[in-house]
């Protein structure tokens, strides 16, 4: 990554979620990072010559990740995350593989977790202080949450939304479809903000991610119109800004 500057992150689902909420951490630090789904690369491919490539497979099997080993020419700049060791993607290219095994839970709550871990390692390594990363992991927040189940409690569909965030909010409305069986999706802020707000209203649920960076007042500005519109609202607060009220 260093000698390149480039990073392709390539994966499907919740991998390429987690590649999503990254981007933002690699550009911070002058890679020229993007994401994109195996099966988009597949499909109409982004040249990759010059650019580092990390392929992400939690259980290393996946098809687009068989399709496109079968397809692709040189290996040398690419490398995999995964959980599976002994996968496929384990045993073609140089991997960080996490600890513990395959995902056994419902819609990959633990290998987020792990592969966001492997990230970490990653970004410290190209000079990130994951301290506060590593104080949250080893002492884990219990979140009232009652009052958020019952702001969604009569939803019909839940949309997310955040702007440095968004990777965070995509990765949320994958795991809300899959646990909840309701269409749940994700609008990056400005997208939200373009066209798709006729959509508010009391049968609609609103997920906000608020970070702590220069995006923080474009999230507030969208919270107090979601709740103009009458909207359903629950808003994760990273920003160390008040709390909106």
């Not at 500057?5 to 990072?33: F, K, N, W």
């Not at 491919?45 to 496109?68: C, D, H, M, N, Y």
């Not at 707000?197 to 923080?216: H, Q, S």
Request: charge should be negative; include cysteine.
């Amino acid at each position: 990554i260093r000698k390149n500057g480039r990073l392709v992150l390539l994966g499907m689902g919740a991998s390429h979620a987690v590649a999503r909420a990254v981007e933002p951490l690699y550009r911070a630090h002058g890679i020229d990072a993007i994401a994109l789904p195996l099966s988009e690369q597949l499909g109409q491919p982004l040249p990759l010559a010059g650019k580092t490539v990390i392929v992400t497979s939690q259980s290393g099997e996946s098809a687009e990740v068989l399709r496109w080993f079968a397809e692709a020419g040189d290996r040398a700049e690419t490398f995999g995350l995964t959980l599976e060791a002994g996968s496929f993607l384990g045993r073609t290219v140089p991997c960080l593989a996490g600890a513990g095994g395959t995902e056994l839970a419902f819609a990959a709550t633990r290998s987020l977790t792990v592969t966001f871990a492997l990230h970490l390692a990653i970004l410290a390594a190209l000079g990130e202080d994951a301290a506060a990363a590593l104080a949250a992991l080893k002492a884990p927040e219990a979140v009232a949450i009652d009052a958020a189940l019952a702001a969604l409690h009569n939803v019909a569909t839940v949309v997310t939304s955040g702007r440095s965030l968004q990777g965070v909010a995509e990765a949320l409305a994958l795991g809300l479809t899959e646990l909840s069986r309701l269409p749940c999706f994700s609008l990056e802020g400005g997208q939200l903000r373009h066209g798709p707000m006729e959509m508010l209203g009391p049968k609609v649920g609103i997920v906000l991610f608020r970070g702590n960076d220069r995006t923080a007042d474009l999230v507030t500005a969208m919270a107090l119109s979601v709740v103009e519109a009458g909207a359903p609202l629950i808003v994760f607060e990273a920003s160390a800004m008040p709390p909106l009220a």
